[in-house]
């Protein structure tokens, strides 16, 4: 009888569930719920209010006082969605090679994008869209076995019991009975979100103005994984999420978290703003995308429609020409892991899980010849990802005597470069191993 029981603690174990002490549910553990994430690699955002209305800074507008509250809330009237094509936006993710997306239901303005019995500040009851904007949406992600995700700011500037208003001017400094009724509203949002969407990803925003204990984090999480245990929540929860979000800055080096994701514009703004025509190429996105890649991370690029609900021209070309890339090389994304530390390789690289496979990414034109160091392995075979040619290589440097990796040169014709970023794959004798 022990040995059974023994045995059927030991499969759960290892199928990922671990139990709490006090009785309660079953929680799936952190790598079983991350591991579709770190697959995923790419992921879209996407910042869509009415700030796009105007073209302006979503919430920091008014905030800042570059305009008024009053003005800014006047966007609700032109914020229609009447281009709004739910299915289109999916199948443009699906075709950009991410793997999920994230919508923001609510920025730091406190306008909902769903349909919240919470609040009247919501887009069905006080804009021309008159209907919930995320239901669509996440349905459609689904229906393309893509991942969803919802961003939602804790602070919201717009609640009369929320402290914060405007940089010039607070709502008040301490007020318990105030601040409980904000805590009562916010942990009713997010909970109306969990049963109405079961989001896949929680990307909360705007954790910095008041502590874990104020929020009441701990509770979040809990209510949050006790409706979906296999969700997850992204770093900004004071301490309570699961990975770590660089924001607009791509590390230099591996960071030390093994989950992280950076979140980026595709031009300079958030959301749409007709004045900011200061695109990334997508030859530039590739290579930002590369350096998550070889990192380990994985990139959550941001577009922002317009208030019609139509995506720029400009976006939808990035998003299909990342596409046409992903797909080519994606056996040198997807599921990979990050790859050689830097000086073994001048460009980023991934590694098979197994770490029988190293990829080499090689930007622009090579000249003839990349060099690859510091590799003890022998190499079995070099090829072109998403093209299939055989290469050749030499090794130098490595005479017979000497224990030391040699110096491997890869010949590579120009007839197989890729027009953004040709990938190499790079089968070894076993295992990597590095000097
Ligand atoms: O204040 C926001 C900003 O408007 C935008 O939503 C970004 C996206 O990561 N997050 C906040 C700042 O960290």
Redesign the pocket.
Known sequence: MKKLIFVLLFSLLSLGFTFKTSGQEPVIQKEKRMEWFKDARLGI?I?WGIYSVNGI????SFYNGYISYDDYMKQLNGFTAQAYKPEAWASLIKESGAKYAVI?SK??DGVALWDTKLSDLNVVNKSPASRDLVAPLVKELRRNSLKVGI?Y?LLDWSNSDYPNFTKASKRYENDSLKWDRFTAFNHGQIGELSKNFRPDLWWF??DWEQSAEKWKAPEIRKMILSENPSAIINS?LQGYGDYA?P?QGLPSVKPAEKYWEL?MTINDS?GYQQNDKDFKSPGQIIKIFSGCLSKGGNMLL?IGPRADGSIPDEEIAVLKTLGKWTKKHSEAVYGTEGGLPAGYFYGPSTLSKDSTMLYLFVQGDPKGEVMLQGVKNKINRIYVVGNGTKLTWKEYLKPYWSNNAGLYFINIPDAVLDDNMTVLAVILDGKLKLQ
């Open positions: 955002f910042h800074d979503e919430s920091w923001t920025h730091h961003y700011s925003d705007g900004r979000t924001e979140c958030w941001d």
